[in-house]
């Protein structure tokens, strides 16, 4: 089982569509929880960390669910500008220092 | 701006070729990361520096080498490249990596990447 999963996508919706994507995650000593966005060949950037209160930016809303370790992102009025594949993130401790563990993502596509 | 640079952006090197791959920081962050990031794949982390300190993880070749000779400066050395090398190689920072143990959000801010091309 991965350590964190995905439904990959794509999604295809038209603009002004809501649209929420899910990630579950398998370690239950994950502290830290994110949603990363990529857009196509460039680099992860971050969108948002997710608490256990839920959290909204603007038309984006994160929620967690530590009991099911289960991850949710919900983009409301989507704009042709958010077409990206958005990475589901949790950190843990690793003795060291903090891991990240990336989804694979989900490839969201905006249409007009 | 504060930021992570990497350089060059695009390198192509032949197979056996070793190459290196650089980055810099102006965060003044303590951790520095390499990823390996394939197409279509999450991000794999290779190695990070908390500081001086070295931290390889167990399924990084040996091929993968690294070097910081100062906080602001981490390298990536690929001693003998092979078709399967070929990749985005991301590096990122965050300030503290959770070892002081404080209530850190563990964030960490990525470099544009250097696309590797091996021939």
């Known amino acids: 089982r991965k350590e964190v999963e995905q439904d990959p996508g794509p999604f295809n919706v038209p603009e002004g569509a809501t649209v929420a994507f899910n990630c579950t995650y398998s370690?239950?000593?994950?502290?830290?929880f994110f949603w990363y966005r990529q857009d196509c060949r460039k680099e992860p950037k971050l969108l948002m960390s997710v608490y256990s209160s839920g959290n909204e930016d603007g038309r984006f809303t994160a929620q967690l669910n530590r009991a099911s370790q289960y991850i949710s992102l919900l983009i409301r009025d989507s704009k042709l500008s958010d077409s990206a594949t958005y990475l589901c993130?949790?950190?843990?401790?690793?003795?060291?220092?903090?891991?990240?563990?990336f989804g694979t993502g989900t490839l969201l596509a905006v249409q007009p | 701006d504060a930021m992570v640079i990497q350089n060059p952006r695009y390198q192509v090197t032949q197979f056996g070729k070793p190459v290196t791959l650089s980055c810099s920081q102006t965060l003044n962050h303590n951790v520095m990361y390499w990823y390996q990031q394939k197409s279509s794949q999450a991000p794999k982390l290779l190695f990070h520096y908390y500081d001086k300190d070295f931290n390889n993880e167990a399924d990084t070749p040996d091929n993968f080498q690294s070097r910081r000779p100062n906080t602001s400066f981490c390298f990536l050395d690929i001693r003998s490249p092979g078709l399967g090398d070929a990749a985005m190689y991301l590096c990122a920072t965050s300030r503290d990596g959770g070892r002081t143990g404080t209530s850190g959000r563990y964030e960490q801010y990525f470099g544009p990447g250097t696309r590797l091309t091996v021939t």
């Open positions: 993130v949790v950190a843990f401790y690793g003795g060291a220092t903090n891991k990240l563990i």
């Open positions: 370690n239950s000593a994950s502290q830290s």
